[in-house]
């Protein structure tokens, strides 16, 4: 903050140096503001416009300016309904499928061990927990929440995939590779289980205690309290913190490419190597691939589909959380 | 939620209810819930044992030294390869994040807080900053990609890497600013006001002094997020090994967690190990800040408690 300001000088000059000032603080503050909403701006325009470069050949403000023309080059119905997903490969297959399964299959898989998991945590924390195990215990999630997501990645290929998948998948009689979709379960999930459990403690913290209460006297155990009393009272809130772990676990990407692969494929073997949206960004940057060319605008065509799938499901944690704040106001 | 179960003495002595069955749903429940919660704990303990023997066996059976580790570049031989330019890139781009961090979210935070009138348009403002901070990291990179590299023709230099990592932090610092800001009592401006101040004056002289360790403290948390992002890096195309050391914000680059994908990505065993080494020291550099950051809060929490009266 650099601006120069006057010294304490009565004149009416100064006075109107110094409104001038103020005025142009105002307008520089506003500016910055409103940079965050460009960004969103910017977001929607590069990735609708690259994605036109995807599906027609062409950038939108080629066409504009009249350089170019569309013409389409991936249908809508091979990329929504296709079942190989392949842009790069000799001949090519523009079926998003593939990697959309393998988001959704991690997502759900993820979700099946933090959501219970956190929620369970979330319970012990609020209702059970003496003062010096919650002690104990907060920090030690917040240290998991705050482990960058590339260390969940090298702890699935160095330990979760070839020692736990690996003894699970013997039981079955099926040797696991170096990927493997249950890999990417149990990393999403362990890292999505502070998200769940904080968020879901603060909205039971905020039950209050003349319902508990209440519910005791009506001889309740503490078991019924619980389950029937502080879990529906907090299930605005406890709903808002699933959004929030399952929007996560889909933009998730250096923990999932590196413990599920990069194989597109649709299966729902949990011992397969499969391929994320994300992951296929992160393979991509791998290679190099040219400005222009049709994986370099796969890119943006698949970071939209991702994009839309995130902001879904933030919109709706926001619809839950504005519910949330008023029945506890 | 700390109320105590009054005992089923009373039950018991009017009728003989049989409460054994309620008793071990109720102990059952218990166990179930302390099993869960000790998941992350043991997955936790996993971890660091994990990345500590793979760390030694690095050091045991391939020979790979902590000083030549931490001094030289990246190298194809895992025996020579070291973490000295990841690092350095690392500073580099937390050194340009900080500022575009600071600067944004500073600003941002006075505006919403200070001048921004109660219109559609700073509600707009603000229901966008929930929405920014859900968006997937990767996005953050191409769209960096599209705008700053290709489109502004930067190539992919630290400055691009630096922005993609502030656009994904700076709703954190804005969110911490806007709330020590507010946490500024009114009586303070007034009082200022009252002096003759503007309200640059006071917002100068007496808002941002008050409301800096608050700021500080968001800052250096979301430069902890910043420094162990990985996606939007490769996205904006940073090297997977670079042999050189990056000597400003114009050159190419590699970083920490870069250096260490890389590592894990590729399939001999060495440079696992040498992931293993990499992760250790991006860990302390991480509790380094937080522990930063936890003493600037302990610090003036004090201060601010007083004056605040």
Known sequence: ?329 | MSTERKGDVTGRSITDVDLSSEKFKNRLFYGLLLAASSFGVVMLVFLFADIFYEAAIGQREFGIELGRFLGNTGSQTPANAGFYSAIIASVWLMALTVVFILFLGISTALYLVEYAPDNRTTRLIEANLANLAGVPSVVYGILILALVVNGAGLGSVILAGAFALSALVVPIVIVASIESIRAVPDGMRDGSAATGATKWQTIRRVVLPQSLPGIMTGTILALARAVGETAPLLMVGALFTDTSVPGGPFDSFSSMPVQIYNWTFLPQREFLALAAMGIIVLLVVLLLMQAVAVYIRRKYERDVSLTGV
């Open chain 1, 1 to 329: 903050m650099s601006t120069e300001t006057q010294g304490p000088d009565l004149s009416g000059d100064e006075l109107q140096g110094d409104r001038a000032t103020d005025r142009n603080i105002k307008r520089l503050l506003f500016g910055c503001a409103s940079i965050t909403v460009l960004t969103t701006i910017a977001l929607f325009l590069v990735l609708f416009d690259n994605a036109a470069g995807y599906f027609y050949g062409a950038r939108i403000w080629e066409v504009l300016i009249g350089q170019e023309s569309f013409r389409q080059t991936v249908s809508f119905s091979e990329f929504f309904t296709g079942t190989r997903w392949a842009p790069v490969r000799a001949p090519p297959a523009h079926g998003v499928l593939p990697i959309v399964w393998g988001t959704i299959v991690i997502t759900v898989g993820a979700a099946f061990i933090s959501l219970p998991i956190g929620t369970a945590t979330a319970l012990y924390l609020s209702e059970y927990a003496k003062p010096q195990n919650r002690n104990r215990l907060k920090p030690i999630l917040e240290v998991l929440a705050g482990i960058p997501t590339i260390v969940y990645g090298f702890f699935a290929i160095s330990f979760v995939t070839p020692i736990f998948v690996s003894a699970v998948g013997a039981l079955f009689g099926i040797s696991v590779g170096r990927y493997s979709m249950m890999g990417g379960w149990i990393v999403v999930g362990t890292m999505t289980i502070p998200m769940v459990s904080s968020i879901s403690e603060d909205a039971m913290k905020a039950v209050p205690d003349d319902l508990r209460n209440g519910a005791y006297a009506l001889g309740a155990t503490k078991y019924e309290v619980s389950l029937r009393i502080v879990l529906p009272a907090a299930l605005s809130g406890i709903l808002a913190s699933y959004i929030l772990a399952i929007s996560r676990a889909i933009g998730e990407t250096m923990a999932v490419s590196l413990a599920a692969g990069y194989q597109p494929q649709l299966t729902a073997n949990p011992f397969e190597e499969i391929m994320t949206m994300t992951a296929y960004m992160v393979s991509l940057a791998r290679g190099t691939s040219a400005v222009g060319s049709v994986e370099y605008q796969s890119l943006f065509a698949v970071g939209l589909v991702l994009f839309v799938m995130t902001l879904t499901a933030n919109l709706f944690n926001d619809y839950l959380k504005r519910r949330f704040q008023e029945v506890y106001r």
